[in-house]
């Protein structure tokens, strides 16, 4: 990934950028990055605090052969592919479920993919992620300040973001090429090795509902299962996870 790279001072959201570019017929790995987005975007129409030249943030174009229904996977496999990243620079980084980056419990990464598809076909999937290398506390707004860190944060040293980067790109190419040859299960396991979220008590909420229980696994497919009180298994394909104290 990366190998063909658009960079730019300042955009509103490197997802709308790296959008637009596919659209004009960008290739498969192409990367958009910026120093500073004025509307960056997060899950469930949130924002991304994206305060300039202090983080990472970027696009990347995928155009995979995969039926629509399996693109959520490939969020998984950007998961993977930047908690080990975070580990190789000294974070002690897990992912909860399904792709928030934290460490000793705050986020400091997510991702949002976002989709163009026909009901059979994928057209191109953009793969937006936002690391906090090196902000500092004051760069988070208030109601942030207690569950967000960053790199730099938590092992007390600046993180070279080139660097990061570089290495970040090479691992999710491999981690992709992987998954597409091989299909999801090397990464599921990966994923389920550096989750937090498994064999917890969790509170999640999706767009309709709350449903608390223990989380059980992650199904082939990346959905995951959550044993009610009741006892039932019950199957959440996208929400917010609170993972409560036991
Ligand atoms: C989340 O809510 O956890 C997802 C955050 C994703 C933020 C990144 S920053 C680069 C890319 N461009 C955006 O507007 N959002 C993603």
């Given at each position: 990934?990366?190998?063909?790279?658009?960079?730019?001072?300042?955009?509103?959201?490197?997802?709308?950028?790296?959008?637009?570019?596919?659209?004009?017929?960008?290739?498969?790995?192409?990367?958009v990055v910026a120093e500073q987005q004025t509307s960056g975007k997060g899950r469930r129409g949130r924002a991304w605090v994206s305060p300039p030249g202090l983080n990472l943030y970027f696009s990347a174009i995928l155009r995979p052969e995969l039926p629509p229904q399996r693109a959520p996977e490939l969020t998984?496999?950007?998961?993977?592919?930047?908690?080990?990243?975070?580990?190789?620079?000294?974070?002690?980084?897990?992912?909860?479920?399904?792709?928030?980056?934290?460490?000793?419990?705050?986020?400091?990464?997510?991702?949002l993919t976002e989709l163009s598809a026909e009901p059979e076909r994928v057209h191109f999937v953009i793969v937006g992620v936002?690391?906090?290398?090196?902000?500092?506390?004051e760069h988070f707004p208030e109601e942030l300040r207690e569950t967000a860190t960053s790199v730099s944060l938590a092992r007390g040293e600046k993180v070279h973001r080139a660097q990061f980067a570089a290495g970040l790109w090479t691992r999710m190419e491999e981690w992709l090429d992987l998954y597409l040859e091989t299909g999801f299960d090397a990464v599921r396991a990966r994923w389920k090795e550096l989750s937090s979220t498994l064999g917890q008590d969790v509170l999640v909420r999706t767009d309709r509902s709350e449903l608390r229980g223990y989380a059980v696994d992650i199904?082939?497919?990346?959905?995951?299962?959550?044993?009610?009180?009741?006892?039932?298994?019950?199957?959440?394909?996208?929400?917010?996870?609170?993972?409560?104290?036991p």
């Open positions: 990934l990366g190998r063909t790279l658009h960079h730019h001072a300042v955009v509103g959201s490197t997802n709308e950028v790296a959008f637009r570019l596919a659209q004009d017929g960008a290739e498969h790995g192409e990367v998984l496999v950007a998961a993977v592919a930047l908690a080990e990243n975070l580990r190789e620079f000294g974070a002690d980084a897990a992912i909860k479920w399904p792709n928030d980056v934290q460490i000793s419990g705050r986020k400091v990464a997510g991702i936002g690391v906090n290398l090196n902000c500092q506390v199904d082939p497919s990346g959905a995951l299962l959550v044993r009610t009180e009741a006892g039932q298994v019950e199957r959440v394909l996208a929400g917010d996870v609170e993972q409560l104290r």
